[in-house]
């Protein structure tokens, strides 16, 4: 029998032999990540290795190697001890409603994990988000605020008292611990996140300014490390406006703002703050020159004057101020602080994670000077004059005023708008009792993955050799392909064979290439000339990347994830937005964050002063490129087009022939497309009665695959064939009218 000090020798034996970086088994590794979460994305991009990886970390297929393993093993040490495992007979408790760290932190953390691998490993600021999504209890109806406060069942506290208590979140920034904004009520309660409330005691616009930089712990962590924090953003109700000496509605509806002789303004100046040349509007910076690193800054959004725009945020504005506390902290912790429009947001969302300038050391002078960031947008240059709108300067050198522009004098790079003719219609479909539109998620997000953008100015090349790496535009025919009537072309918005040389952006072209070598068609590419960007980069990814993960993880708050059969894929998306109409106007920002952010690469002039040739402000950034929008939407236009090539292919009786890209009888075409919809005909009401999927529920390969992710494909709607043939008839496009709510959707 074995002593005492002889077992504890064999226990300390066999702890040596246990190594350091254990982990724990498969699935509690899952569990920890999504009780703090965290993404697949965010773990990998700190550990940098890719996300599958994390994942199949997750299923137990591989182990982690150094030296990802030993880093691996602390974050998953940590998250144990935020989020101990609950006994199995424990009762399953509800949240406790508390300060919330600042959500874009997450998202920082996973930028900076190099420079800062211990604040990486802990999951503190990612637990905003989810936190976020909660709903909040608040009381009282869903009308305009006014004087009335509606408080959440949360504790009410002075920012004083609130900086004093303890926070469980060790790694939040303390400047930000109180959330990246704040709703003020006319009675000064002060909504944060979580349900946090502060007492605002600001009765002045300037007092207001003052006590957030002072005391509300407002912001939101930089997202790259050479970015720059987001200034903490002040939401105003319309008895908050009104207590502060705010108008009810602005007078001057063109300009937006208030008259410089208004009292508030006259308060602003005289207490040496400033404003940005956009004046006080729905969305009003108040400024002093930065001292150094340390800004002074505080952002207003005035609901009154329609700061959130019904057509991306729905009727959030008439949330009580709790529950639109939560709904745009879930969007500024996903996406970013609002800053103004979401098309705003998207295009600044560009710059936060990609910033053009960053602190290099001049090997000189042994100083810190400013340098240009790789792989990103750094300054502002001209367009090609193809590449520009009307309204550039340099199509007003080449051309009259009253000139209208030929395909060949100009990049049309835009979204399908296509119908088919009524008598190219079989009788097979007509025979067929249903219109079935299929919509596909966020095309112009998904175009945008791993597309290679130019960084600079383009450069003029006459009879160059088209190569697929090289960004740009090229003037080329592709008049001599020839596809089935029954199909768009791919190269015009329009879905009409072009006539001759136009101007097309790379991915139309590579497309081009693309159907020749596939289909054998005899034609021969010979671009005329072209305007290159050989120095190139993926620069949106991280925008793709960010913006992916914001979307599925709202999607996933609304009960839509991808884990989803294509059968409970259809029955979640049915009803989805009724589940939680908070996330569901989150949703709703986050769509017009990358439709708008892609137009704002191509913002136009403003305002009744501006005249035809002049230059106006956006041509002054790095990030008004039209080249690279117009790469965006020619590679989700060409992708919507190879999608329905394969879906041809996959349902069709016989082979095409060889040299031929025409389909027979029995191929699935399509009857109209509106940007990311398709409008098919289908013997039944859901998309599973027309896509091609097998009976194991798998689609065909290339084809349109139901799910939630970017790039996949959801229900748009569904409505009888014979109503759908008599807009064809009127030469109206089914695929805007599809949805049956009277809805206009012109894609995502």
Known sequence: ???????????????????????PPPAERRRLREAAGLSQAQIATVLGTRREAVGSWEAGQREPRPPQRAAYARLLEGLAARFPAAPAD?????????????????????????????????????????????????????????????????????????????????????????????????????????????????????????????????????????????DPLIVLTTAAAARLGLPERLEDCRAMRLPEDHKVVKQITKAKWQLTRRGFGPWARIYRPARGSER?????????????????????????????????????????????????????????????TRAVRDEATDTWVSGPVPGSLTTAVDPAPPEAPDEHPVVAALFPRTHERTP????????????????????????????????????????????????????????????????????VDLSGIELDPRLPSPFTPHGRRPTGPAWYATPTVAYAVELIEQFRLPVELRPLEAYLRRDASPYLDPWYKHLAEAYKATMADLGVTADLTPAAFLDAMAGHKASDPGMAAVLSAIKSTVKGGIGKLRERPQGTNYRPGERW????????????????????????????????????????????????????????????????PSPGPSPLDVLPYDPAGKPAPGTFRLGVSPGMVKHEGTQPLFWAVELLEQQHNPARHIKGDGALDDGE
């Open 296 to 356: 002074q800054c505080v952002q207003l959004a005035v609901l009154p004057w329609d700061a959130l725009d019904a057509r991306a945020w729905g009727d959030a504005d008439q949330l009580p101020p709790a529950e639109l506390a939560r709904v745009l902290t879930a969007y500024a912790s996903r996406v970013l602080t609002p800053r103004g429009s979401t098309a705003v947001a998207g295009l600044e969302l560009m710059t936060a994670l990609r910033p053009p």
């Open 90 to 230: 424990a009762p399953r408790q509800a949240p406790e409603a508390r300060p919330l760290p600042t959500g874009p932190a997450a998202d920082a953390a996973a930028m900076t994990a190099h420079e800062n691998a211990q604040q990486a490993a802990t999951p503190a600021p990612a637990a905003a988000s989810a936190a976020a999504s909660r709903p909040a209890t608040a009381t009282g109806s869903t009308t305009r605020s006014t004087s009335a406060s509606r408080r959440p069942a949360a504790k009410k506290a002075t920012a004083k008292k609130a900086a004093a208590a303890p926070s469980s979140a060790a790694a939040v920034d303390p400047r930000f611990a109180h959330g990246p904004l704040g709703v003020l009520d006319g009675d000064g309660s002060l909504y944060c996140a979580g349900g946090l409330v502060l007492e605002c005691p600001a009765k002045s616009v300037p007092e207001l300014v003052e006590w957030t930089l002072a005391e509300a712990k407002l912001g939101a962590s930089r997202l790259h490390r050479s970015g720059k924090d987001s």
């Open 617 to 680: 402000p956006a041509l002054e950034r790095p990030t008004w490129r039209p080249d690279i929008r117009a790469a965006v939407i020619s590679a989700a236009r060409v992708n919507m087009h190879r999608k329905l090539v394969k879906t041809a292919l996959a349902t069709q009786g016989q082979p095409a022939p060889t040299g031929s890209l025409v389909f027979d009888q029995d191929a699935l075409l399509p009857i109209a497309l509106l940007s990311d919809c398709v409008v098919y």
């Open 408 to 475: 060949a004098e100009v990049l049309d790079e835009e979204a399908f708008d296509w119908i088919r003719e009524p008598e190219l219609l079989t009788d097979a479909e007509c025979g067929k009792p249903f219109a079935v539109g299929v919509d596909v998620n966020t095309a112009f997000l998904a175009a945008a993955n791993r597309l290679m953008v130019g960084l600079g100015a383009p450069e003029h090349v006459k009879a160059p050799r088209f190569d697929k790496t090289v960004p740009g535009s090229w003037l």
């Open 1 to 23: 029998m074995p002593t005492e000090n002889e077992l504890f020798s064999a226990v300390d034996a066999l702890l040596e032999q246990v190594p350091s970086d254990a982990l």
